[in-house]
């Protein structure tokens, strides 16, 4: 793993649903405030394409984008605010958050982190390092090893059911992920985010007990994506 944690089987449940559109929602509406256009705005090109794999419906959509570009009446002001620290077993772990109340957040990521160690910006980021992620299924015959290097790509690993993710500098993200689309590969997801540089290994009890503080913190609305060094 060493980068984006995803609880499985989170996307089928009913409640889980409901978190996973709000959390689009906010990403839609924090990508246009740099423009409603996705052809000219590849982070909101992005956030509408995961939208739309996630079947969310077209007026929840342009309604997002809308209310990011301060085209309705209202406003809504979501900030980034970014946790670092320990989960449980001493994993590294960062919290990205998108939140229209800072305080709210803040108190609601210190009470779950009482069961690890919340740490100062920079006390575990020094152990990732920021890159583009890409999650991809090939078309018929196609090589993830050839695919990398013709479309720039740094490296690759095996993603879930069949799909391969591929790692970018920050930078390359969107020029990658075109040259795969043009290539024939089915894109689920490219986003910016951290990768570990040093996963670890943990036994079944204290991985379990990792797991489930993970899954505390994806249960708070204002989490928005989390990176953990787990193998």
Not at 9 to 34: T, Y
Not at 46 to 59: H, I, L, P
Not at 101 to 120: D, E, K, P, S, Y
Request: contains cysteine.
């Amino acid at each position: 793993m060493g980068a984006q944690w995803k609880q499985k089987g989170r996307e089928q449940a009913a409640d889980a649903r409901g978190r996973m559109f709000s959390k689009l929602a906010k990403e839609i509406i924090i990508a246009a405030k740099a423009g409603a256009d996705p052809d000219l705005n590849p982070r909101l090109r992005m956030a509408v394409e995961a939208a739309k794999k996630a079947s969310m419906t077209k007026d929840t959509l342009e309604r997002a984008i809308k209310k990011g570009a301060g085209l309705l009446d209202e406003k809504v002001n979501y900030e980034t605010v970014t946790y670092e620290g320990f989960a449980p077993n001493q994993v590294p772990v960062i919290v990205e958050c998108l939140t229209d109340n800072r305080a709210r957040t803040a108190g609601n990521v210190r009470t779950i982190f009482r069961r690890g160690q919340l740490g100062a910006s920079g006390s575990v980021s020094w152990d990732f390092k920021r890159e583009g992620f890409i999650e991809a299924t090939p078309p018929a015959g196609a090589d993830p090893e050839s695919a990398a290097i013709e479309a720039g790509a740094q490296d690759l690993e095996a993603g879930d059911e069949g799909a391969t993710r591929f790692f970018t500098d920050p930078a390359d993200l969107d020029t990658v992920t075109k040259a795969l689309t043009g290539a024939g590969w089915t894109i689920t997801a490219s986003k910016l985010g951290w990768r570990a540089k040093n996963p670890m290994s943990l036994g079944e009890a204290d991985r379990a007990q990792t797991e489930s503080f993970l899954h505390e913190l994806d249960q708070d609305d204002d989490v928005q994506e989390i990176y953990v060094a787990l193998a």
